[in-house]
Every structure is written in C-alpha cells, then in structure tokens.
C-alpha cells in the first residue's frame, strides 16, 4: 500500500533551517506529485509547493518561494525551509498528487516544526 | 490570489444532515477537493473532483459544486464524523493550491 513516512520533530533557533523529509512507497512514482502542506497550531491548512519526483521540477507558493527549497533523491523527498521564524512552528505534511489531478490522497503522518529561542 | 471561504462552524445532531459550504468567486468553474481531519492526525480525502468518493470513504460523504458555492453533505451524521473539514481547489491563474480556513463538525 501506498506509504509516505516523514522524519522527526525539529527544534530550531530563529534564523536557521530546517530539512524534513519524506520516504515515499507502495506506488510507481512516475508521474506522481509530492506536495507540502504546512499546519501552525490551531490554524489551517497552507500549501507550500510541490515537485516532481521524476523530472525535478518544482512549482513553490509565491508566500514561500525565497525561503523554501524542494529536493528529491527518489524514494525520498526533501523540504528545507530557511530564515526560521517563530511563525513557522508548524506540522508539515508531504502529500500524493495522482499524475493529471490537483487533489491530494495520500498524506505522510507530519513532522512538527518547533522554531523557539 | 483565489480566496475560499467556509463558516467556522457546523453543528449537528446525530442522524441528521451536515452540510458544509466552500464559497469562491466561480468556484463551481473548480474541480473541489474536501479533507476530513480529527485532532493529532493527517487530513484525508473525502470527496475529489467535487463530487467523486475514494475507495473507502462512505457513501454518506456527498459532494456539489455550482456556481460561487460548493457543498459537502454528510448524511446520517456519526459521533465519528466530529472533525474539521477543509475544501481545497487548483487556482489554474496562479499554478498555487488553496484550502479554504476550515469547518469543525460539531455532533451534538
């Protein structure tokens, strides 16, 4: 079955960065989308781009695209996020995007992202 | 950028209809995607393509789309459907994502 497991809880200082990854199987990445949706305590959800597995193209959230970078060393995809603020403690979830769709049906189980002095 | 709206709260008795609404500007020209996520845990996949269920997910969950509103209806509410409710579209205009600020079901 489809599986996208992420890496641990962060704590970071203000100013740094952060890496979270995320190991993808159970499904033939061709074609495939890994997504990132970030989630601050209390509050909803907020996308922050997305890359191609195969090709390594990525698209990134205008909010976000001089501080978010996404890598990929199939299986595994990585987030890293710089210039860390106390706003960015957050979960962040990689999700699946089927090839030709723009909803998301797989999630990985989150990896909380606490930014504290 | 393309705004989604949702009423922050939805409360129904069990048995009943819960119907939670997603407003944008000529949403119903969008494909809608809704989330279900209880506390602690990843979002999951209700409705995709505004009205389609994934494999698992009960024929309870129902989805609509027309016009600057679209509608997930859950019918024969359970105490196991207390959960917050995201929609979420493909804005094409701007290549971005966007989930509306969210709906927490409240079963009395």
């Known amino acids: 079955q489809v599986r996208l497991v992420q890496s641990g809880t962060e704590v970071k200082k203000p100013g740094a960065s952060v890496k979270v990854s995320c190991t993808a199987s159970?499904?033939?990445?061709?074609?495939?989308?890994i997504h990132w949706v970030r989630q601050a305590p209390g509050q909803g959800l907020e996308w922050m781009g997305w890359i191609h597995p195969s090709t390594g193209d990525t698209v990134y959230s205008q909010k976000f695209k001089d501080r978010v970078t996404l890598t990929r060393d199939t299986p595994i995809t990585t987030m890293e996020l710089s210039r860390l603020e106390s706003d960015d403690t957050a979960v962040y979830f990689c999700a699946l995007a089927p090839p030709y769709t723009h909803y998301f049906n797989y999630w990985g189980q989150g990896s909380l992202v606490l930014v504290s002095t | 950028s393309y705004v989604l709206t949702q009423p922050p709260s939805v409360s129904v008795a069990p048995g009943q209809p819960a119907r939670i609404t997603c407003g944008g500007n000529n949403i119903g020209t969008n494909s809608v995607h809704w989330y279900q996520q209880k506390p602690g845990q990843a979002p999951v996949l209700v409705v995709y393509d505004d009205r389609d269920r994934p494999s698992g997910i009960p024929e309870r969950f129902s989805g609509s789309n027309s016009g600057n509103t679209a509608t997930l209806t859950i019918n024969r509410v359970e105490a196991g459907d207390e959960a917050d409710y995201y929609c979420q579209v493909w804005d094409s205009a701007s290549d971005h994502h966007v989930f509306g600020p969210g709906t927490k079901v409240t079963v009395l």
């Open positions: 159970g499904y033939t990445f061709s074609g495939y989308y």
